[in-house]
């Protein structure tokens, strides 16, 4: 090229707009590739997960998330994972909720627990010892406990007993001064009240729909936590997690009690009936022995899940002991302190998620290879594995007849009186898609009931990561966590 050529070339005029679409088409494919390959946000509608995830109208709190979308190209879906799925009857809709069942297995909820078996398909599980109980990971399981609203007007109350009345008592401390005991609730048992795990600003704003099912079980899974300073002359701290005829009984010595006293956990039934799982008292002893030191402030954690009393202190876990599954969960704790002086802050009290079988369509599952079933952390509001059923109907417009997702005749089929030609049907397909006849010219009006409670593996898009979204000031809230 001669010197007069190239500096032609370098004068050549730009084009401006050419580089601005350039720039704009790589701006798209790379938002487009990110979206549907790598990570998509989504906005959370519902409660169906709380209070992993919320969504509420009345509050105005819808959690936004972001999803991976890679990790399941290289690797299969993880129990107790939040996942991201095509809705199975619906598959417009993206639906959010906590893988529980991973096929193949049985899988059956019973006394608000998860339970899994082995067992083939041919031949399913005959005796209690074919099932084990299902447990979360100690991450999961501490996102997913359900916060007891305490000392508020209208809601749990302590209840004084044995000389306890000198005893300070808020919503999140206690004093102890003096021999007493504290009992809660007062009356009756923990319950899985629809509130619960809401915080508190939040659930003063919340309006109970009707139809959702609260209060009605007793809830045995439960966790108590406190920051504890004991005082010199204190000789013990004692809680019982009561469960039906069981108490479970967590003793801490005192910085009076005798050098070689340690703390235990005994778990006993009343009832001493001979059929019964706990007919034998069950203890363990920490070694060796320890008291609680005088003055100092000690992080103190007992609680009973899953068939399983645990003890920690200072966020380790110091004692544990398996127990028989208890078909009775009226429960409630008791506080109890012997030569006074001890201070409990930071008090709160827990219970576990409680899934719902007795008002649901299933609640047992044999559940294929490469298939999932699928359930919401809240479980009272939440449609999920336990309830899906197909409906399927013949139309004129459709050779073969369609299917789709029976939600009752107010949602999906919709029936519309009036007009020249009569009632109007319209139902919404698998795809879908919405189709409308005359009521009269449809056939098959009775659903099928047939249950689909599993997703296939491809249906599943993505793993939940975070909350970025929203920051509510006015209720004290900003959602920012990850998801677990």
């Given at each position: 090229m001669s010197a007069v050529e190239a500096k032609a070339a370098e004068e050549k005029p730009r084009r401006p707009w050419r580089d601005n679409v350039e720039a704009v088409t790589m701006a798209i494919i790379v938002a487009v590739m990110?979206?549907?390959?790598?990570?998509?946000?989504?906005?959370?509608?519902?409660?169906?997960?709380?209070?992993?995830?919320?969504?509420?109208?009345?509050?105005?709190?819808?959690?936004?998330?972001?999803?991976?979308?890679?990790?399941?190209?290289y690797r299969a879906p993880k129990r107790f994972e939040v996942a991201v799925f095509k809705y199975p009857l619906d598959r417009s809709m993206n639906y959010i909720k906590r893988i529980a069942g991973v096929g193949p297995e049985w899988l059956r909820i019973e006394n608000g627990d998860l339970w899994r078996s082995d067992r083939p398909e041919n031949d399913p599980p005959r005796y209690e010892s074919d099932w084990e109980v299902l447990r979360r990971p100690k991450n999961v399981q501490a996102d997913t406990w359900k916060a007891l609203d305490?000392?508020?007007?209208?809601?749990?109350?302590?209840?004084?007993?044995?000389?306890?009345?000198?005893?300070?008592v808020s919503e999140d401390r206690i004093v102890a001064a003096g021999d007493g005991a504290l009992r809660l609730p007062s009356n009756s048992s923990f319950m899985d009240d629809f509130m619960d795990g809401y915080p508190r600003e939040?659930?003063?704003?919340?309006?109970?729909?009707?139809?959702?099912?609260?209060?009605?079980?007793?809830i045995g899974d439960l966790r108590f936590e406190a920051e504890v300073q004991a005082e010199a002359?204190?000789?013990?701290?004692?809680?019982?997690?009561?469960?039906?005829?069981?108490?479970?009984t967590f003793t801490l010595p005192g910085p009076a009690a005798p050098e070689n006293e340690t703390?235990?956990?005994?778990?006993?039934?009343?009832?001493?009936?001979?059929?019964?799982?706990?007919?034998?008292?069950?203890e363990v002893k920490l070694e060796p022995a320890w008291r609680l030191p005088a003055g100092a402030d000690i992080e103190l954690a007992v609680q009973n899940l899953d068939d399983?009393?645990?003890?920690?202190?200072?966020?380790?876990?110091v004692l544990s002991l398996e127990i028989p599954a208890a078909t009775d969960q009226t429960s409630n704790l008791q506080l109890s302190v012997r030569g006074g002086g001890v201070e409990f802050e930071a008090v709160e009290i827990y219970r576990d998620i409680y899934y719902l079988s007795d008002q649901v369509k299933v609640s047992q599952w044999y559940v294929d290879e490469d298939h999932y079933v699928m359930l919401g952390d809240n479980t009272q509001d939440s449609s999920d594995s336990r309830e899906w059923t197909l409906a399927r109907y013949h139309l004129p417009d459709v050779d073969g007849g369609v299917e789709g997702n029976y939600r009752g005749e107010e949602e999906n089929?919709?029936?519309v009186p009036g007009g020249e030609?009569?009632?109007?049907?319209?139902?919404?397909?698998?795809?879908?898609?919405?189709?409308?006849?005359?009521?009269?010219?449809?056939?098959?009006?009775?659903?099928?009931?047939?249950?689909?409670?599993q997703v296939p593996r491809e249906m599943i898009t993505g793993r939940a990561l975070i909350v970025f979204w929203p920051l509510k000031p006015s209720l004290k809230l900003w959602r920012l966590k990850w998801i677990r």
């Open positions: 990110l979206k549907y390959f790598l990570i998509e946000a989504y906005k959370i509608p519902t409660g169906s997960m709380q209070p992993t995830l919320m969504g509420n109208p009345e509050t105005g709190i819808f959690d936004r998330v972001l999803v991976d979308k890679l990790s399941y190209h305490v000392g508020a007007p209208g809601r749990l109350q302590w209840r004084r007993m044995d000389n306890a009345s000198a005893w300070e939040v659930r003063e704003k919340l309006v109970k729909r009707r139809g959702i099912p609260s209060a009605n079980n007793p002359e204190c000789l013990e701290v004692v809680l019982e997690l009561r469960e039906g005829t069981r108490i479970y703390p235990s956990i005994l778990a006993r039934d009343l009832s001493r009936s001979a059929r019964s799982p706990l007919s034998r008292d069950r399983r009393l645990a003890m920690e202190v200072d966020g380790e876990e089929p919709q029936r030609l009569g009632t109007m049907f319209f139902f919404r397909d698998e795809w879908g898609t919405r189709h409308a006849c005359l009521d009269s010219e449809r056939r098959n009006a009775v659903p099928t009931n047939q249950l689909r409670s």
